[in-house]
Antibody
């Protein structure tokens, strides 16, 4: 079955960087893009950006431009999201999801989520 | 402040039907048939329930249906069941230069 499995929880200090991984299985990785969506505690969903697993093209939410980088490794069917210069308001559960932009403008399935806590 | 407006909460009794609205603009909901809906139980990842306004993925109950009129999309759940109690989020493609996807703020569904 189609599945996305994310890396484990992280605790980071303000100003540090975090890199979350998302390993895909059950489908041809390069046939779909991967989106990243985050959810702060008790809050709603926020789209962060998307990467094409076919050619590496990216689209980032403007508010995160310059702090976020999304990449893929097609040899291992894994997507990565790196967020730099972390602040306390970056504390959230980070989800990867297949699709979201282009030919599949919906998110399905989702990874299990990775809690990133930013605290001094 | 979310780009798409949803009611904070709705409720209904088992067996009843409820509708959750999702209001945007002509730059998102009203301009494209790319509205999707997600169900999220506490502590779990969201699950796709409806895509492209009214299409149901394989495995999703036919009690869930979607529609759109103008700048407002709607999710209807008929024959409410206890397991439907969850948060529901709408999402839409947007032609905004700062985003490609926008979400609603979420609606808490309580089954009485």
């Amino acid at each position: 079955q189609v599945q996305l499995v994310q890396s484990g929880a992280e605790v980071k200090k303000p100003g540090a960087s975090v890199k979350v991984s998302c390993k895909a299985s059950g489908y041809t990785f390069t046939s779909y893009g991967i989106s990243w969506v985050r959810q702060a505690p008790g809050q709603g969903l926020e789209w962060m950006g998307w990467i094409s697993a076919y050619n590496g093209n990216t689209n980032y939410a403007q508010k995160l431009q310059g702090r976020v980088t999304m990449t893929t490794d097609t040899s291992t069917s894994t997507a990565y999201m790196e967020l730099r210069s972390l602040r306390s308001d970056d504390t959230a559960v980070y989800y990867c999801a297949r699709g979201g932009v282009g030919a599949t403008p919906w998110f399905d399935p989702w990874g299990q989520g990775t809690l990133v806590t930013v605290s001094s | 402040q979310s780009a798409l407006t949803q009611p904070a909460s709705v409720s209904g009794s088992p067996g009843q039907s409820i509708t959750i609205s999702c209001t945007g603009t002509s730059s998102d909901v009203g301009g494209y048939n790319y509205v999707s809906w997600y169900q999220q139980h506490p502590g779990k990842a969201p699950k796709l329930m409806i895509y492209d306004v009214s299409n149901r993925p394989s495995g999703v109950s036919n009690r869930f249906s979607g529609s759109k009129s103008g700048n407002t999309a709607s999710l209807t759940i008929s024959g409410l069941q206890a397991e439907d109690e969850a948060d529901y989020y709408c999402s839409s493609y947007t032609s905004s230069s700062t985003l490609h996807v926008v979400f609603g703020g979420g609606t808490k569904l309580t089954v009485l």
